[in-house]
């Protein structure tokens, strides 16, 4: 296998990775233009073996989708709306409570909640929503708000960011998702999100959770109008924002989906550039500890594939995702733990159902 590398003209990206030597831009940008996916993939999965052994995580979890208005509008998303629109939506702080409340008998671990930036909900919204969470389910762990919408949080409160934070996690934050990243590059976001907090502004709102002892997550929206360069310029920021403060879960690739979106005109991604973006990943993202293949977005079938393209993560059993189904997703919003683990199984890797901070609740 090693000779398949070198024929593929990436014989010193193999020393590299076997030395366990950091990557630099010039090879990111070889590895994406690269044709040889299994190459690639051969590389990657060393490197996932190395940190994760056979292991591949699943969480029970929820996904709840509070409101889809929005001020932003980015072109690349179907989900966000105008609060006059007949398709928009909010939900009160006891709707919120009556959908944790109606999977109460099933073992959820982890509450992902995420909405639109919403120009007139109060900041005492956010607080008594994550407050109500803990009432009705007090063991669980919310992973909410996007830094985008973190920051939002922080100009309603009239603080900081690194003022509000504290408030947010005395009312029940736990974590926070990876979404809003997109693509970081100034000439990307002035196209597609120019109302959207900067690539900047993300970083900076993570790294100040990461010093207050908030764990999040990343992500990268691919497959629209970006660049291979762009892309990889997006790794190596997050990467340096790892270096600074190690508070990066988790990174998640997701692939653009422009069906319902003002990109309409463009086509989905293919499986190959969603494994090359898996393995790329996971050979540049040598200080990220996970790589996450989001079932959701490139479907259950591919995310079992990526478990030999250097993913060792499958998200879990999400329970109603709108953000993906609006924009065209295919893929059902919900999965069942046991089919996750029959996935996991037949890929050849160990099921490990895992919290949100990756500590093991059952190996199987």
């Known amino acids: ?42 590389l990657a999965n060393m490197v996932r073996q190395r940190l994760n052994g056979d292991n591949a995580y699943f969480i029970y979890n929820q996904h709840i989708n509070y409101s889809n208005i929005c001020t932003n509008l980015c072109k690349f998303c179907a989900f966000g709306k105008d609060k006059d629109s007949a398709l928009a939506y909010e939900m009160s702080v006891a709707e919120v409570k009556d959908k944790v409340r109606a999977r109460l008998a099933e ?13 007139d909900l109060p900041y005492s919204y956010y607080l008594e929503m994550l407050q109500g969470i803990k009432e009705v389910r007090p063991e669980v762990h919310i992973q909410a708000f996007t830094c985008v919408e973190i920051f939002h949080l922080a100009e309603l ?9 504290p408030e947010l996690m005395a009312a029940g934050l736990g974590s926070i998702p990876g979404g809003g990243a997109e693509v970081f590059s100034p000439r990307i976001r002035a196209l597609t999100c120019e109302k959207k907090l900067s690539g900047e502004g993300w970083l900076e709102v993570a790294k100040t959770a990461h010093r207050q002892g908030l764990r999040s997550n990343a992500t990268m929206l691919y497959g629209h109008i970006e660049t291979i360069e762009e892309r990889v310029e997006h790794l190596e920021l997050l990467r340096q924002a790892q270096d600074e403060t190690g508070g990066f879960l988790t990174f998640i690739p997701l692939a653009f989906h422009p069906k319902n979106t003002q990109l309409s005109d463009l086509s989905r991604t293919s499986g190959i550039e969603d494994l090359k973006h898996v393995a790329v990943s996971r050979l540049f993202l040598d200080n990220f500890p996970h790589i996450k293949a ?5 479907g259950p079938k591919l995310a079992q594939v990526a478990l030999s393209f250097g993913a060792d993560d499958m998200d879990g059993t999400v329970k109603e995702e ?9 893929s059902e919003q919900a999965m069942s733990d046991t089919e996750l683990i029959r996935l996991i199984r037949a890929a050849g890797r160990k099921p490990i159902e895992r ?9 199987y």
């Open 322 to 330: 709108l953000i993906t189904k609006m924009a065209g997703g295919e």
């Open 294 to 298: 989001y079932w959701v977005m490139i």
């Open 107 to 119: 073992p959820i671990t982890e509450i992902h909640l995420v909405g639109g930036i919403h120009p």
């Open 1 to 42: 296998m090693d000779e398949m590398v070198v024929q593929a003209g990436l014989g010193d990206i193999l020393d590299k990775v076997k030395k366990g030597e950091r990557l630099n831009v010039d090879d990111g940008v070889r590895l994406y233009k690269s044709p040889d996916l299994l190459a690639l993939g051969y």
């Open 157 to 165: 409160a009239g603080k900081s960011v690194a003022d509000t934070l």
């Open 355 to 363: 919290d949100t901070l990756y500590n093991v609740i059952r190996e």
